[in-house]
């Protein structure tokens, strides 16, 4: 053996014994850590449990897309067919129709829903009345802790043919307004729901970064000149700015999510065409018509786009020199 490999294979050795040592003394540090901090461990574990059993297992049944599954074969009996569900999804005539029904729904949740929350914590934050605080609060949030069947009863009977406003309309000498039933109606009305049960408790994050602004910057403000207008403007919104770009964010993530229990609620013939969403398409064709392999693809495809769009998004709030999600 030559000198020259002779000192190459002292190197490789060498390396070799360096990156054994940097491992061992990963692990070393782990055990330390662990044992400093075992009860945050056991804390964090069912949540962790909960994304592994839930989340992540669940990833293995993706494969059910590229198969004719039968659930008298099983998983590992039925047929495998390649990209044939998804070439079929992506060339029915439904597609399409589907695409423009969810990201309407989105948008408008995007434009009119999610700002809400953001106003709502702005104005109670302004409130200096503690129980007055405390009322408007526990009144707002009450509406999430309502399923959609009740809220889908609540409109039924106000908004409906023989509704509420309908008998006022009629007591008054005009004609009943099919509110529920007309397609131009409807996209607005879920948006209205979504506002009317979520926007208080949206408020929860918005109020808890509210409370960690530093108040020295609003005594500052003050002595400064500036009213509770321009504190809001330049201290409030500033300090809350990066709790908003993660959140709408996350919002981006949830875009192809329009919500199976209101929608499949409020659909109905009339509106059908405007309502029918990936979520009551995956349902109905993968439930009820037993095509699981087939609705598999609709899954997968609202999960690549949400994917998608939080990458971009998070990647141009770092551009923008704001902080993203990672």
């Not at 590229?66 to 047929?79: C, I």
């Not at 992506?90 to 106003?119: E, G, H």
């Not at 109670?124 to 605080?133: D, G, H, L």
């Not at 009450?142 to 006022?168: K, R, T």
Request: a positive charge; one cysteine or more.
């Amino acid at each position: 053996m030559s000198q020259s490999n002779i000192q190459q294979s002292i190197l490789a050795s060498g390396s070799e014994r360096e990156q054994k040592g940097k491992k061992a003394s990963k692990l070393e540090r782990f055990k330390v850590v662990f044992a400093r901090e075992k009860y945050l461990y056991l804390l964090a574990l069912p949540g962790l449990l909960f994304f592994l059993i839930f989340k992540y297992f669940p990833i293995w049944g993706l494969a059910l897309a590229f198969q004719n599954y039968s659930p008298y074969l099983g998983f590992w009996d039925s047929e495998w067919v390649g990209f044939k569900h998804f070439i079929d999804f992506f060339t029915n005539p439904d597609f399409l129709l589907l695409f423009r029904n969810t990201m309407a729904i989105s948008l408008m949740n995007i434009f009119f829903f999610f700002p809400i929350p953001i106003v709502l914590s702005l104005l109670i934050n302004e409130v200096r009345s503690m129980k007055f605080k405390k009322t408007v609060q526990t009144i707002i949030y009450l509406p999430h802790f309502l399923s959609w069947v009740i809220i889908a009863g609540i409109c039924f009977i106000i908004l409906g043919h023989d509704g509420i406003i309908n008998e006022i309309i009629v007591a008054f000498g005009g004609q009943p307004i099919g509110i529920l039933t007309e397609p131009n109606y409807f996209w607005g009305l879920l948006t209205g729901q979504s506002i009317w049960k979520e926007a208080g408790w949206g408020t929860i994050i918005f109020l808890a970064a509210l409370a960690g602004i530093n108040q020295d910057l609003y005594e500052a403000a003050q002595i400064d000149g500036a009213n509770r207008w321009k504190q809001m403007i330049n201290v409030t919104l500033p300090g809350i700015k990066s709790t908003i770009i993660v959140l709408l964010i996350l919002r981006l993530g949830q875009v192809m999510e329009v919500g199976f229990e209101q929608v499949y609620l409020m659909m109905s013939s009339p509106v059908s065409h405007v309502a029918d969403v990936f979520d009551t398409y995956v349902y109905r064709t993968g439930i009820q018509n037993g095509r699981f392999s087939y609705a598999t693809v609709a899954g997968i495809f609202k999960s690549i786009v949400g994917l998608l769009l939080v990458v971009m998004a998070n990647r141009l709030a770092k551009k923008i020199g704001e902080e993203g999600l990672y």
